[in-house]
């Protein structure tokens, strides 16, 4: 080959390389541009996101004070209400969340749940805090032996209410009657 062809052959060459970077770098530039209409897109759909998610936490929060205004209760708050005043009610002669639950028409562990949720303490919590509170009443104002108390709350016998009440309290049933009067009162065993 001569040189003239030679020369006149890297030109075509060289030319053709160029042509191919032009394309190359045309198309980068374009790639590169579509990225970056594509991550501004997706920048707006991102605050769009948090936009409508503040919205929702706002009208979340707006339809409970509008709730609270008119007296609306969901059906979780009614449930757990009516939970605790069913437990203020039927605790000297019922202890389980089953019995409960049964009367509310719901399964236990639904009860539970909801109960949690809405007051922050599990059914068998209320249920024990209140049973202990009516023991501790109990204790306190009415002098009847602690055979008789057992059977008025209807524990199986006086050592398993002074089981319950030692557990919830740290103190036997006759450490708190004697501390709570002063002096020792009628208890038989």
């Known amino acids: ?18 042509l191919n970077m032009s394309t190359a770098m045309a198309a980068f530039i374009s790639l590169n541009n579509q990225i970056r209409t594509l991550n501004n897109y997706l920048h707006s759909l991102e605050g769009e996101l948090h936009e409508h998610t503040f919205d929702d936490a706002m009208q979340s929060v ?11 209760k969901s059906s979780n708050r009614k449930l757990a209400e009516n939970f605790v005043r069913l437990v203020n009610e039927h605790v000297k002669d019922e202890h389980t969340v089953n019995y409960y639950a049964g009367r509310l028409c719901v399964s236990a562990h639904h009860l539970s749940m909801v109960v949690k949720k809405e007051t922050g303490n599990a059914a068998k919590e209320w249920i ?5 509170a009516r023991i501790q009443a109990a204790l306190r104002f ?10 008025d709350f209807c524990f199986a016998s006086t050592s398993s209410l002074c089981k319950f009440f030692k557990q919830r309290t740290g103190t036997t049933a006759f450490s708190y009657r004697l501390d709570e009067t002063g002096s020792i009162n009628y208890v038989s065993v």
Not at 62 to 72: F, K, M, P, T
Not at 128 to 132: K, S, Y
Not at 142 to 151: I, N, S, V
């Open 1 to 18: 080959m001569s040189f003239m062809k030679k020369q006149q052959f890297g030109s075509i060459r060289m030319e053709h390389i160029y």
């Open 128 to 132: 024990a805090r209140t049973l202990t």
């Open 142 to 151: 009415d002098d009847r032996p602690l055979k008789e108390l057992a059977d």
């Open 62 to 72: 707006c339809v409970d004070e509008i709730a609270a205004v008119n007296g609306y």
